[in-house]
């Protein structure tokens, strides 16, 4: 039985170690001149590569009741004793998991160790182009330094990622390999990545790092995410931004406004306060505007909070109306910025969209050709930060190499051989 795998990544090396432990004979087709590159940039180089708390509730997708049946089947506990029997020792930090070492090398080389030790055949450079299937076998069609070849399989495993991380001048065609399948998609959106704001305020924001709540909201939909929060010269950044940042993507993909809101306090609701600036406004209501929230929220906040407002920092509290006061208060609380757009493709760390899961079954196998399997990114999955994607990776590629390679494949293939 020979198995090909469309792309070197996480979901791919996983699905391949698993297949070729199964006797299969695998071959892996990866564009780039080395498998799991992406690995390496993982957690800021630490590599969190799983979660002990791994529950649908923290992926996204259009089809959310596809989530569980795949992750009850390869938990937490299954995804360390996969890289334990691999060699890989792993320790816990807030609930991520990651290397003993710390180190996303140590991760990527453990999974090409077992690659070679099963005698996976790794092809590199090679760009898949097209894929078909003819004659009752998976013909794939790639070119390398202008040369084309011609794989063919028995079975075939979509492992393409998305288009996340890419450059200007790269191109992921993973979604047009599926469709040439008739397998219904969602079209690539970035996620996990910075948004863009249209306010001119950004810039003197820039810098910042601060606690915040974020409410974005979208037409009718309103979603909250709490953590640190980065402001940037062309809008703001953080985790909670990049949980958020794929309602954004496609809100605006669908022509919707996008307002972000910021609370810069947001450990403290409205009436307590209500309550700390009345007793401030008792202590110190002879100080200037800019004294008396000194201490309140970061000072480049104030300053762009009493500019809009129309406060001059100097300007004597006691002088200032109640409006003007609660105004400029009440930003703190709200502070309203207009998403404009993402950052591009390249900065952000997984997608939205790819292949529906109402496309495949629980095996990860495609109900419009059966034999062919859809894995990691390319499905329309993504999770939230904190080892969830790739999670997601060694899940839908263990349970794909599994099924491609395991007996009820082989006896299916014989039944299809025969009819």
Known sequence: MKIGIIGGGASGMAAAITASSLGAAVTILEKKERVGNKILATGNGKCNFSNLYIEPDCYRSENPSGIAPVLQRFSAREALDFFEELGLMARVRGGGIYPASEQASAVLDVLRYALERAGVRTETGQRAVSAAYRDGQ??????????????????????????????????????????????????????????????????????????????LRAD??????????????????????????????????????????????????????QDMLTARAR????????????????????????????????????????????????????FPLTVTGTNPFSKAQVCAGGVRLSEVTENLE????????????????????????????????VLAGRAAAGTEGFMRAGRRGQS
């Open 138 to 215: 998976f013909r794939v069609h790639t070119q390398k330094a202008g040369r084309k070849q011609t794989f063919t399989f028995d079975r075939l495993i979509l492992a393409c990622g998305s288009s996340a991380g890419l450059g200007k001048e790269e191109t992921e065609n993973g979604l047009e390999l599926a469709g040439a399948f008739s397998l219904k998609l969602i079209p690539f959106s970035p996620a996990l990545v910075q948004l863009r704001c249209r306010e001119d305020c950004c810039r003197a924001l820039a810098g910042v790092r601060c606690q915040a709540n974020v409410t």
């Open 366 to 397: 495609a109900k419009a050709r059966r034999g062919l399997y859809i894995t990691g990114e390319l499905l329309d999955v993504d999770g939230r930060c904190g080892g969830y994607n790739l999670h997601w990776a060694w899940a839908t590629g």
């Open 283 to 334: 202590r110190l209501g002879q100080e200037s505007a800019e004294r008396f929230f000194t201490g309140t929220v970061h000072k480049k906040i104030i300053f762009v909070i009493l500019k809009e407002c129309g406060i001059s920092p100097g300007e004597s509290v006691k002088g200032l109306s109640e409006e003007r006061l609660a105004a400029a208060a009440n930003k703190i609380k709200n």
């Open 220 to 273: 009718r939909s309103v979603y909250q995410e709490q953590g640190e929060v980065q402001l940037t010269d062309y809008g703001i950044s953080g985790i909670p931004v990049f949980q958020l940042s794929r309602y954004a993507a496609r809100a605006l993909a669908d022509r919707k406004e996008v307002i972000v809101s910021l609370d810069f306090m947001p450990d403290v609701n409205r009436a307590r306060w």
